[in-house]
């Protein structure tokens, strides 16, 4: 036994954290809830009113040289410049004599991995919402510039919410512009991919992430991991020649297999985007559901104008002085446009708020958001991940008494009508949505012709011309 190892034995320990002008916080630790590489973690509860809080423990004996530290350093660095709802929140790092002390958002439930070792292998309801929000928390990584470069099921973890959380950034790097490449091979040997094993001279950049998860998916579907073999050798034999295939006894739907299938090239160029995945209809089956606009508003006309969430969870407002606003899904920033005609919206970075001359109009749209958020929850779909140009948002809207008008950017237009049916009309590819309650159609602005078949719809589509004579 180490002395470390001994040490556990003595739990709870009573842990104070004292920085120059900081108040002194102090942390019970109770209960090893896990381990990995280098670092032991714990339960914990920050005293006086024992709200849990996990803490990553670093025997400062195993990070002496100084490649070793500048890894803690960086891994911390990332970490604290990291706010997702699908990343462990990073709450802070101190030190003794022998460790340094991550202090981590406490997740109650656990890692993927050992959910996964006691029933392999999940369904694929139950992995499709695993992976989609790991897609989540990459889309706001890479828009970060943050490589994990560890993803893996031991560093998923699932809050008391049942959310998953991607941990451990031990191995991040952050990117200084869009085109770098590392060189630098890490990793966990049997999800690294081709050119991480291949010893090439290209680097390697955001799309490991992408095939680590491949692999993840792959693991949970089937229970085994794609490229297993006897030795390290041999996995990476079989990685470099992306040796791998399904077990003759599973049944993994034919979306499932394609979903892996289409991550697992050896070009890492070629290797789906985070929001091409997204769409696969692995995660978004069929089309059962019209791909609805807007999902949620308020008329607070009286007030202020409309407010409302897209499924992409952007939120926007249409002020009644006719000036719009939207605000990205991560909540960073804020585009404001002076009237419906504004092309070159100001872009507004939300830590900016407080001293900045729109700050009333911004402080309504984070709180819009926040209402608009809690009850759309279950509703929305993938978050909206473009990295340039104008956020999609309403440009236009009518209430009548009919329903209520939508009219994009875009120029697609949605009507919720009055009795609950909804007509969307995406106007660049000419095809209607139409949905009653009981039915659901997609059709193309020529089918209309069909005066008995369509009747209803056509009806729908005549209100809705009518009701965009209102748009203001
Ligand atoms: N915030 C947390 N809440 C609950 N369990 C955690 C938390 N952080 C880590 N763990 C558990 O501890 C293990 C190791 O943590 P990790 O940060 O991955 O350390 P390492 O860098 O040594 O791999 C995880 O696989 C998980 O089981
Ligand atoms: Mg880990």
Not at 177 to 186: L, P, S
Not at 194 to 205: A, C, F, K, N, R
Not at 257 to 274: E, T
Request: glycine share 6%; net charge positive; with cysteine.
């Amino acid at each position: 036994m180490t002395k470390h190892e001994e040490e556990d034995d003595q739990l709870p320990i009573i842990l104070s954290k004292q920085s120059p002008g900081e108040k002194k916080q102090s942390f019970r630790m109770s209960k090893k809830i896990g381990s990995g590489g280098f670092a032991t973690v714990f339960y914990a509860e920050e005293l006086p009113d024992m709200t849990p809080i996990a803490i990553k423990r670093i025997p400062k004996a195993r990070i002496s040289g100084p490649k070793a530290k500048k890894k803690i350093i960086t891994e911390i660095e990332i970490h604290r410049s990291l706010f997702h709802p699908n990343i462990v929140q990073y709450r802070g790092v101190f030190q003794d004599q022998s460790y340094v002390y991550i202090l981590l958002e406490y997740c109650e439930n656990g890692s993927v991995s050992e959910e996964f070792k006691k029933s392999p292998p999940f369904s694929e309801e139950k992995t499709k919402k695993i992976v989609m929000q790991v897609l989540v928390a990459l889309g706001y990584l890479h828009q970060h510039r943050v490589i994990h470069r560890d993803l893996k099921l031991q560093n998923l973890l699932f809050d008391a919410d049942r959310n998953v959380k991607v941990a451990d950034f031990g191995l991040s790097a952050q990117m200084q512009d869009d085109d770098e490449k590392r060189k630098t091979i890490c990793g966990t040997p049997g999800y690294l991919s081709p050119e991480l094993v291949g010893g090439g001279s290209q680097g390697h950049s955001y799309s490991v992430d992408i095939w680590a998860l491949g692999v993840c998916t792959f693991l949970m579907l089937t229970g085994t991991q794609p490229f297993q073999a006897a030795d390290k050798k041999q996995t990476f034999q079989r990685i470099s020649n992306v040796d791998y295939r399904w077990p003759d006894a599973c049944n993994v739907s034919d979306n499932a297999r394609n979903f892996v299938d289409s991550i697992m090239q050896k070009d890492p160029m070629l290797r789906p985007s985070i929001s091409q995945l997204m769409q696969h209809p692995f995660l978004t089956p069929g089309r059962t559901m019209p791909p609805y606009m807007v999902r949620a508003w308020w008329d607070y006309s009286n007030r202020y104008g409309l407010t409302y969430i897209l499924d992409s969870h952007i939120v926007g407002a249409c002020f009644n002085d006719s000036s719009r606003i939207t605000l990205s899904p991560d909540e960073a920033y804020s585009q404001y446009f002076a009237t419906p005609h504004t092309t070159d919206p100001e872009t507004i970075l939300m830590d900016d708020i407080e001293t900045h001359p729109l700050r009333k109009k911004l402080i309504l749209i984070l709180h819009f958001a926040s209402e608009l958020k809690k009850r759309s929850e279950n509703l929305l779909g993938s978050p909206y991940i473009g990295k340039e140009g104008i956020l999609p948002h309403v440009k236009y809207w009518a209430k009548t008494r009919d329903g209520t008008l939508f009219r994009m950017l875009s120029r697609d237009v949605q009507a919720n009508f009055k009795d609950h049916s909804k007509l969307i009309i995406e106007t660049s590819s000419k095809t209607l949505y139409y949905e009653n309650g009981e039915t659901f159609e997609v059709l193309n602005l020529s089918d209309l012709k069909n005066k008995e078949k369509y009747a209803e719809v056509r009806k729908r589509f005549a209100l809705l011309k009518e009701m965009s004579n209102h748009l203001v």
